[in-house]
């Protein structure tokens, strides 16, 4: 088996944090309340579907990475909601194509997907069609995750316009394929079934063997799914969860008009896919009334980024084939002029000569991209001509310019392709910066009313903001970096001589501690006091090189001057005035004579001797209030069904399992299976537990009491360990500061750069108020009132501020702090204008009391600066603080 690269991507994790947060919540108050707690929206319920049930979603952009999500979040809800390790999932996509997309990746034990679920099933794990699952074993339903893979459409009754579907009744028709399921049934569960006409005997339908197994249901982009009829098709299988991934949830809820809104859980920004490396940006956009000179430019700019892949390829092994997609017309009787594809393609080979074999037209009768291997080095294809839309499912990286010479009067006329050339090959900034942008040409004679029309096509087809869409879309005329260019040639910069900062021995030294990628392109020569550097400088070498000369603002601008000297960007004639680097230092310890990173390794030792705590306190929390295993439903004064949907699902799901005989050891591995302690030996966490056990037992309560309430009982163990953790970490976070302040220091040797392309946020500002200081042109996460905003409006206004930055909290690219349990993220970091920074955390007076460890970490930043970093927590709107502390 080939190794599988399993890391996520940072918004990744947060979403499906989010996810996780959000379960064990509904676990304790509810789907409603819970959603509450983690949004602060109010939770809108779904019709037919039974109350109570957690329908939410997770919006992502397209290009985001959608389905290894879903195949996280499996594993997630088993071990956080529905408390079983057998769960059983109807996933749904929205096309055939997808379909078999999806089924193949999830079948196949070598793929990211695949080893997503193996990461909590193991080899426990059946993927199923509808056809397969309508002959499922016993043993695939029950011997781990089973997975449903299917359209809805293949599983109602009937289509839109009621008449039967003969592929959807198979799921409700008696199937002697299915009979073994329901043999051994008790009672309880026999209740919840749909029975033969007059007899006891329920039918062995598939729709059946969902009910019993209560499914999760993964809705991948619900473009057909919220409707009325949709949700009265899922209610059939007495769903435990529902979860949506999408890119464009529904926004508006009007039942009367069968539009039902999406319960918005998190929502990933175009910022956090651009700081991951994941799409291309900006789009550069070119517009031209005559359709063959819009071609022609699309061609050209084809070949230079041709020409720049096989350099890049020189350099770095990564193999490109630039492609442009071509949107042609429909074809009309009334209009025999129109721009076809068939007109398209003659263009292609009579006059631009252009080989069969390289080009592939999908629409139509045409259908040349199945089959097809894109990222195949042998695959000649260059030129994807289409009208509509292209193959569904259908994902190349290599997709870079969009060339539209169809209508652009609504934004639906382009958004089914305009996601095609967003991605980013391998999720990976290329050495050059024209490979990490994509380029549209459209023959249009309104230039702007044809951006706009690309901008909404990234907000309704690829699910981006406004502001963000507003951004990305840039005017390019004439494309930089896409003349004349010489991968050889070497630029040079200006002068080092006036630098104070800098003599020529620690530039020397900087470079020679750059990594051996960037430091093969740059040479300093001592006698001139100048940096050159061969072929075009990237955006990330860039920063590097910023970086190693962090010391000095005047070689941070001679940088930026060389960037674009080496891409042939044309200087604004106000350069000297732009900003510079924004380098700020992050806090060191001394460790054995080395500064390092301050984290939690400096004051936790690891693996944590959990086995050495005293489990007995258990007793303290866990009591036990027996209960039938299928639970009760409690209503309350308002009719509604409330967290005992819950524990009565619980229940159904632990009667499909043939529960062993159990024993203390083998309770003790069932409990601790499902607590994650990834700083604890797993030998540890299990003695821990077994004393625990013991503790219990030796209070009075029975074995086999504990294991008739083992899911409440790990909850409490759960909790019992989260506290001992918290008691720890706090401790020794204190005693490292008692005796080891002096340990503390900061260097050019541990910096953040603050960066446009690399600045990630969950939503852009949206307020009237205008800042003119903040680093980047979008402001992340920054409400339009309340006293943050306050603050930074007094920051944005002080003279002695050169520019500040809003610090997005759990951002890669943010500056923190390390607090005893996690990551500290001041809310705003400035740069003075006499070069010091100063960091911001403003807290309402409700609150200041309780962040004491802030205050303490900040002012030991400062400290440690000597000078050359500020830190402050200004609260109930007492900004003077600000200027107290700049002025000392």
Same mark, same amino acid.
């Given at each position: 088996m080939v190794a599988v690269d399993l890391e996520l991507k940072n918004y990744q994790s947060l979403s499906l944090d989010r996810f996780r947060a959000y379960l064990q919540d509904v676990n304790q108050t509810g789907a409603d309340v819970a959603f509450y707690k983690n949004t602060r929206l109010p939770y809108r319920t779904l019709p037919a579907v039974a109350e109570g049930t957690p329908y939410v979603?997770?919006?992502?952009?397209?290009?985001?990475?959608?389905?290894?999500?879903?195949?996280?979040?499996?594993?997630?809800?088993?071990?956080?909601?529905?408390?079983?390790?057998?769960?059983?999932?109807?996933?749904?996509?929205?096309?055939?194509?997808?379909?078999?997309?999806? +089924? !193949?990746? %999830?079948? /196949?034990?070598?793929?990211?997907? @695949?080893?997503?679920?193996?990461? =909590?099933?193991?080899? $426990?794990?059946?993927?199923?069609?509808?056809?397969?699952?309508?002959?499922?074993?016993?043993?695939?339903?029950?011997?781990?995750?089973?997975?449903?893979?299917?359209?809805?459409?293949?599983?109602?009754?009937?289509?839109?316009?009621?008449?039967?579907?003969?592929?959807?009744?198979?799921?409700?028709?008696?199937?002697?394929?299915?009979?073994?399921?329901?043999?051994?049934?008790?009672?309880?569960?026999?209740?919840?079934?749909?029975?033969?006409?007059?007899?006891?005997?329920? +039918? !062995?339908? %598939?729709? /059946?063997?969902?009910r019993l197994h @209560?499914?999760?249901?993964?809705? =991948?982009?619900?473009? $057909?799914?919220?409707?009325?009829?949709?949700?009265?098709?899922?209610?059939?299988?007495?769903?435990?969860?529902?979860?949506?991934?999408?890119?464009?949830?529904?926004?508006?809820?009007?039942?009367?008009?069968?539009?039902?809104?999406?319960?918005?859980?998190?929502?990933?920004?175009?910022?956090?896919?651009?700081?991951?490396?994941?799409?291309?940006?900006?789009?550069?956009?070119?517009?031209?009334?005559?359709?063959?000179?819009?071609?022609?430019?699309?061609?050209?700019?084809?070949?230079?980024?041709?020409?720049?892949?096989?350099a890049e390829q020189a350099e770095t092994g990564e193999y490109i084939r630039p492609i442009i997609l071509l949107q042609a017309q429909s074809a009309s009787k009334n209009d025999p002029n129109r721009l076809t594809w068939e007109l398209i393609e003659k263009h292609l080979t009579e006059e631009r000569s252009i080989r069969a074999e390289q080009i592939a037209v999908h629409t139509g009768p045409r259908k040349d991209l199945d089959n097809q291997d894109i990222a195949d080095p042998d695959c000649p294809i260059r030129f994807v001509i289409t009208v509509s839309k292209l193959k569904e499912g259908w994902d190349c990286p290599f997709a870079y310019v969009l060339c539209s010479v169809a209508e652009q009067s609504s934004a639906t006329a382009i958004e089914q392709i305009l996601g095609r050339v967003l991605r980013l090959p391998q999720a990976k900034w290329k050495q050059r910066d024209i490979l990490n942008q994509a380029y549209a040409f459209v023959a249009s004679a309104n230039f702007n009313a044809t951006a706009q029309s690309l901008k909404d096509g990234l907000v309704d087809g690829a699910g981006f903001d406004p502001l963000e869409a507003d951004q990305i879309v840039q005017d390019a005329p004439t494309i930089p970096g896409l003349g004349e260019h010489d991968g050889n040639a070497v630029y040079e910069s200006e002068s080092f001589e006036d630098d104070d900062d800098l003599d020529a021995p620690e530039i020397e030294t900087a470079i020679s501690r750059l990594p051996a990628s960037v430091r093969a392109r740059v040479t300093f020569d001592t006698d001139k006091k100048v940096i050159t550097y061969k072929g075009p400088m990237s955006r990330e070498n860039r920063n590097t090189i910023q970086l190693a000369l962090g010391t000095s603002a005047k070689a941070t601008k001679i940088v930026d001057r060389l960037y674009a000297k080496s891409n042939q960007y044309q200087l604004s004639a106000n350069a000297e005035g732009e900003k510079g680097a924004f380098i700020v230092p992050l806090l060191g310890f001394k460790s054995q004579g080395k500064l390092q990173l301050f984290t939690k390794d400096h004051f936790l030792d690891l693996p944590w001797r959990l086995d050495e705590c005293d489990p007995s306190v258990i007793i303290e929390k866990f009591r036990v209030v027996d209960r039938s295993q299928s639970g009760q439903i409690d209503v309350s004064d308002k009719g509604k069904i409330e967290i005992e949907f819950v524990k009565r699902l619980q229940g159904e799901l632990a009667l499909v399992v043939q529960e062993p005989a159990w024993t203390l050891p083998r309770l003790a591995n069932w409990l601790d299976s499902g607590i994650q302690h990834p700083d604890v030996t797993k030998p540890s966490a299990v003695k821990f537990v077994v004393g625990a056990l013991e503790a219990l037992i030796n209070s009075g309560q029975t074995l086999d009491e504990l294991a008739r309430n083992k899911f409440e009982l790990r909850k409490s163990l759960v909790s019992l360990i989260k506290e001992l953790r918290l008691e720890r970490e706090q401790e020794n976070y204190s005693a490292l500061f008692a005796s080891n302040a002096d340990q503390f220091a900061t260097s050019s040797d541990l910096p953040l750069l603050f960066d446009e392309q690399s600045y990630a946020f969950n939503q852009p500002y949206k307020g009237a108020t205008k800042f003119n200081k903040h680093y980047t042109p979008l402001i992340g996460d920054l409400q339009s009132s309340g006293e943050e905003f306050d603050c930074a409006v007094y920051l944005d206004q002080l003279e002695a501020v050169e520019f500040w930055i809003r610090n997005v909290e759990n951002k890669k690219s943010s500056f923190w702090l390390q607090l005893p349990q996690h990551k500290f993220y001041p809310d705003f970091v400035v740069k003075l204008k006499d070069g010091r920074i100063l960091v911001v955390e403003y807290k309402g007076a409700h609150l200041y009391e309780g962040e004491s460890d802030k205050r303490l970490i900040g002012s030991v930043w400062a400290d440690a600066s000597g000078s050359k970093c500020l830190f402050c927590m200004p609260t109930n709107k007492e900004f003077s603080i600000i200027d107290r502390t700049i002025g000392k």
């Open positions: 979603c997770l919006r992502v952009p397209t290009g985001g990475g959608k389905t290894i999500m879903a195949a996280h979040s499996v594993g997630i809800a088993a071990k956080e909601f529905l408390q079983a390790p057998n769960p059983m999932v109807l996933w749904l996509v929205p096309s055939t194509p997808i379909l078999e997309q999806t +089924v !193949s990746a %999830l079948k /196949n034990v070598d793929h990211p997907y @695949r080893a997503a679920l193996a990461q =909590d099933f193991g080899r $426990n794990v059946s993927i199923l069609t509808k056809a397969e699952a309508l002959s499922m074993s016993r043993a695939d339903a029950e011997g781990g995750a089973c997975i449903i893979v299917s359209t809805i459409q293949s599983f109602r009754r009937e289509d839109d316009k009621g008449k039967q579907n003969p592929e959807g009744l198979k799921v409700y028709e008696d199937n002697g394929a299915l009979m073994d399921h329901f043999s051994g049934l008790k009672d309880e569960q026999l209740a919840e079934l749909f029975m033969m006409e007059g007899t006891n005997r329920p +039918v !062995s339908s %598939l729709a /059946n063997l969902l @209560r499914p999760m249901v993964i809705v =991948d982009e619900a473009h $057909n799914t919220h409707t009325a009829l949709s949700f009265d098709t899922l209610s059939r299988f007495n769903p435990s969860l529902i979860l949506e991934l999408t890119a464009t949830p529904q926004l508006e809820h009007d039942p009367a008009k069968d539009k039902y809104a999406s319960n918005i859980l998190y929502s990933v920004s175009a910022a956090e896919l651009k700081a991951e490396q994941m799409i291309k940006m900006p789009i550069k956009l070119t517009t031209n009334s005559d359709w063959r000179k819009t071609i022609g430019a699309a061609f050209d700019c084809q070949a230079a980024l041709e020409e720049a892949a096989k």
